[in-house]
T-cell receptor, first 114, second 115 residues
């Protein structure tokens, strides 16, 4: 069985500061890993994903995440926060079989301070 | 990326009536559709999974007679909330997956309010 834990339901950073959203997963086999962003009253938008290959994954809007197998982590970072980054972020994990379900973390609300 | 269109984006209905939510994959064939429910400030809860032409598989605790799911074609799935009650008020989101299923394409979500 797989699971994902997001540390911190709320994170506040100043505009221009580093954004770090933490995600740890549990899986018996190397999983697929995802980060999604959700703006109010909207669906989820894929930021980035890790499937195989390079462990540092670059996504949209300047975000990136690094898959660290030894730490079972997939933390999301962005060097410089922008006001428009304020949203809910979900980390997700899925097995590699086609019928595996995607498991979402509980989400982290990112607040950007002016 | 692929486009998934969910309609309506919001709906208000009276208690006891039924509401249908549509989810369309516009530029790919969605062999599998997933329906989620999201409570305020919470994560997504998978309600059911449907494969085109087959009956939906519901998660434990989800009433299949209340949440009717139809996936009659590779580009359209519908969720009908029957005899809606105020406790059914929530944000419903569909997700469409193609054959590769390494990426999840979500609809925009539907805010259902039952009064």
């Amino acid at each position: 069985a797989q699971s994902v834990t997001q540390l911190g339901s709320h994170v506040s950073v100043s505009e221009g500061a580093l954004v770090l959203l933490r995600c740890n997963y549990s899986s018996s086999v190397p999983p697929y890993l995802f980060w999604y962003v959700q703006y109010p009253n909207q669906g989820l938008q894929l930021l980035l994903k890790y499937t195989t290959g390079a462990t540092l994954v670059k996504g949209i809007n300047g975000f990136e995440a690094e898959f660290k197998k030894s730490e079972t982590s997939f933390h999301l970072t962005k060097p410089s926060a922008h006001m428009s980054d304020a949203a809910e972020y979900f980390c997700a994990v899925r097995g590699r079989n086609r019928d595996d379900k995607i498991i979402f973390g509980k989400g982290t609300r990112l607040h950007i301070l002016p | 990326g692929a486009v998934v269109s969910q309609h309506p984006s919001w709906v208000i209905c009276k208690s006891g009536t039924s509401v249908k939510i549509e989810c369309r994959s516009l530029d790919f064939q969605a062999t599998t559709m997933f329906w989620y429910r999201q409570f305020p400030k919470q994560s997504l809860m998978l309600m059911a999974t449907s494969n085109e032409g087959s009956k939906a598989t519901y998660e434990q605790g989800v009433e299949k007679d209340k949440f009717l799911i139809n996936h009659a074609s590779l580009t359209l799935s519908t969720l009908t909330v029957t005899s809606a009650h105020p406790e059914d008020s929530s944000f419903y989101i569909c997700r469409a997956a193609g054959t590769a299923n390494t990426e999840a394409f979500f609809g925009q979500g539907t805010r259902l309010t039952v009064v």
